[in-house]
C-alpha cells in the first residue's frame, strides 16, 4: 500500500537490516522500507541473529537498530556497525535515549520522518560519516503519514 509521502524510488538499490524484536514493529517497518524501493529488508530480533545476518551479508546499506532485543541490548552492536562502517540508525521506545555515535528516531514515528532519517545516514555515509542516530517512539501501524 502507498501514501502520497511515498516515493517507489525513495532508497533505490538499498539493502536494509531492521533488527527488532516486536514483531508488529519489525513487519510494519519492513512494509514502509519496500513502499519507499529497498532492494532488499532483511529482519533480525535478537543480537545473535544480527551478527549471523551481518556476517553473511556485508553488503547491507543500512540498520534500523532496537535497543531492547531478547537476548540483550542492541548497543552491544554498535561497536560492531562502526567497525564495519555500516550506516546505522537507533530506533528506541526511550524518549531520553542519547547517543553522539549514530542518529536517533523515537517510537512511534512516521514514514515520512523514517526517510528524512534514513536519507541523512545514507548520505552521511557516502560522504564519509558513520553511524546515524534517530530516536523512535513505540510504532504504530497507523503512523504511516
Given at each position: 500500500?502507498?501514501?502520497?509521502?511515498?516515493?517507489?524510488?525513495?532508497?533505490?538499490?538499498?539493502?536494509?537490516?531492521?533488527?527488532?524484536?516486536?514483531?508488529?514493529?519489525?513487519?510494519?517497518?519492513?512494509?514502509?522500507?519496500?513502499?519507499?524501493?529497498?532492494?532488499?529488508?532483511?529482519?533480525?530480533?535478537?543480537?545473535?541473529?544480527?551478527?549471523?545476518?551481518?556476517?553473511?551479508?556485508?553488503?547491507?546499506?543500512?540498520?534500523?537498530?532496537?535497543?531492547?532485543?531478547?537476548?540483550?541490548?542492541?548497543?552491544?552492536?554498535?561497536?560492531?556497525?562502526?567497525?564495519?562502517?555500516?550506516?546505522?540508525?537507533?530506533?528506541?521506545?526511550?524518549?531520553?535515549?542519547?547517543?553522539?555515535?549514530?542518529?536517533?528516531?523515537?517510537?512511534?514515528?512516521?514514514?515520512?520522518?523514517?526517510?528524512?532519517?534514513?536519507?541523512?545516514?545514507?548520505?552521511?555515509a557516502l560522504s564519509g560519516r558513520?553511524?546515524?542516530?534517530?530516536?523512535?517512539?513505540?510504532?504504530?501501524?497507523?503512523?504511516?503519514?
Amino acid at each position: 500500500m502507498h501514501h502520497a509521502l511515498t516515493e517507489e524510488s525513495a532508497l533505490p538499490g538499498v539493502k536494509a537490516l531492521i533488527v527488532e524484536d516486536e514483531k508488529i514493529v519489525a513487519f510494519d517497518v519492513e512494509s514502509l522500507l519496500h513502499d519507499f524501493g529497498a532492494e532488499q529488508v532483511l529482519l533480525a530480533a535478537t543480537v545473535a541473529q544480527t551478527r549471523r545476518i551481518l556476517a553473511g551479508h556485508p553488503d547491507v546499506s543500512i540498520v534500523l537498530l532496537d535497543l531492547k532485543l531478547m537476548d540483550g541490548s542492541g548497543e552491544e552492536l554498535i561497536p560492531d556497525l562502526i567497525a564495519s562502517g555500516i550506516p546505522f540508525i537507533i530506533t528506541t521506545g526511550y524518549s531520553t535515549y542519547v547517543n553522539a555515535q549514530a542518529p536517533v528516531i523515537y517510537k512511534p514515528y512516521s514514514a515520512a520522518e523514517l526517510l528524512r532519517v534514513m536519507r541523512g545516514a545514507l548520505g552521511s555515509a557516502l560522504s564519509g560519516r558513520q553511524g546515524v542516530i534517530c530516536h523512535v517512539a513505540a510504532l504504530s501501524p497507523f503512523s504511516r503519514i
